[in-house]
């Protein structure tokens, strides 16, 4: 079982279970992210390393130097959508995607409603209203070019994407499309098979420089946050930069 509880509320509806997962922002505003855990798509359920890199990026944010003024992020296969709205919420300009069926079904709702309490919370307090778009995008199909994209994006981020070893290359493919030697691009994963973690490393050091944050890293920036024994979790976040 997860060390995270996703079923902080249940509500039905005629063909799917839907759950509500609430996730605290660090300005206090509480994301309400709804899930679909008995239909059959891995993007209606929030994985645990969207959970755990949505933390480490608030803390990284926060710590950075650089500004985030202007700046726009991509999330490559959003699910649910938590770590996009995390990511839109620190102000980055923010594209959430995935196959139609994930956009569809339970995405765009995800984030409407979210964007809505977070813009909320910024005119309570006299702040910009962000901004986050939600856009079709399949890895295996999709030619990344405006108006539709619009690389390079300063982040780029994905978790639990790295699943399948037929997936990688387009996956790589896409990154690479999106992306110039600045963009900073952080893929979380949960660690499952280590042949396709692996691949998903070597395919990528032929173009980028890849970082795996220390464990010891990872444990500091969340730890605060999270009641569970973080020692438990099978987390791994990749820190990826375009070579020259
Ligand atoms: C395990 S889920 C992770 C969802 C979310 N990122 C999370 O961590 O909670 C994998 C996601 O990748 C998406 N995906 C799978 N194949 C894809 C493809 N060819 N193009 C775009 N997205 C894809 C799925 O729809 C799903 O949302």
Request: hydrophobic share 35%; with cysteine; glycine share 4%.
């Amino acid at each position: 079982m997860s060390v995270f509880d996703r079923k902080q509320t249940n509500q039905t509806n005629s063909q799917n279970s839907q759950e509500i997962y609430e996730f605290k922002i660090s300005n206090g505003t509480i994301l309400s992210i709804k899930q679909q855990n008995d239909s059959l798509n891995h993007g209606t359920t929030i994985w645990d390393s969207s959970i755990i890199t949505a933390q480490f990026m608030q803390h990284f944010l926060r710590s950075s130097n650089n500004s985030l003024i202007n700046k726009k992020c991509i999330e490559l296969g959003s699910g649910c959508g938590l770590l996009g709205l995390v990511m839109c919420s620190m102000g980055l300009q923010t594209t959430l995607t995935d196959l139609e069926c994930v956009v569809v079904n339970i995405l765009q709702d995800n984030v409407k409603r979210n964007l809505w309490i977070l813009n909320q919370h910024q005119q309570e307090n006299n702040n910009s209203l962000l901004n986050a778009q939600v856009k079709i995008l399949d890895w295996t199909v999709t030619k990344l070019q405006p108006p539709e994209f619009t690389p390079p994006y300063d982040y780029i981020v994905a978790t639990d994407c790295i699943y399948s070893l037929d997936l990688i290359n387009h996956f790589v493919r896409c990154i690479n499309e999106l992306s110039n030697e600045k963009s900073l691009i952080f893929c979380g994963l949960e660690r499952r098979d280590p042949l396709v973690t692996e691949t998903f490393v070597n395919a990528c050091k032929g173009g980028f420089n890849v970082v795996k944050i220390p464990e010891k890293k990872l444990k500091k920036f969340i730890f605060k946050e999270l009641d569970d024994d973080i020692g438990n979790i099978n987390v791994e976040i990749y820190r990826l930069k375009k070579r020259k």
